[in-house]
Nanobody, 123 residues
């Protein structure tokens, strides 16, 4: 069982930055691929970014490519999402997710999910 707890969300002006963190329980964090997803009001859940267990490979949604960066620190069981050049359309509840194995995915086929952290971008 893996528990995920997100933090770092908040209210920011358009063009600003935030760094989201996701802390994971357990002793085999590097055996999990990690992903970030988001759900905006009245919209379906959307893939944002993912990273392999080693951190050697990443993937991004086209809507955030060049603005967001996913990274991880396996020594402290934490994955990060750096959000830069934020836009009003980035306003959403951001979730991290863990998938056993080395393969990440843009599909919501992850084994464990956090409860989310809210990001609100004012224009």
């Amino acid at each position: 069982q893996v528990q995920l707890v997100e933090s770092g969300g908040g209210l920011v002006q358009a063009g600003g930055s935030l760094r989201l963190s996701c802390a994971a329980s357990g002793r085999t964090f590097d055996s999990y691929a990690m992903g970030w997803f988001r759900r905006a009001p009245r919209k379906e859940q959307e893939f944002v970014a993912a990273i392999t267990g080693s951190g050697g490979s990443t993937m991004y949604a086209d809507s955030v490519k060049g603005r967001f960066t996913i990274s991880r620190d396996n020594a402290i069981n934490t994955v990060y999402l750096q959000l830069n050049s934020l836009k009003s359309e980035d306003t959403a509840l951001y979730y991290c997710a863990a998938r056993k194995g080395s393969d990440y995915s843009s599909l919501p086929i992850y084994d464990y999910w956090g409860r989310g952290t809210q990001v609100t971008v004012s224009s």
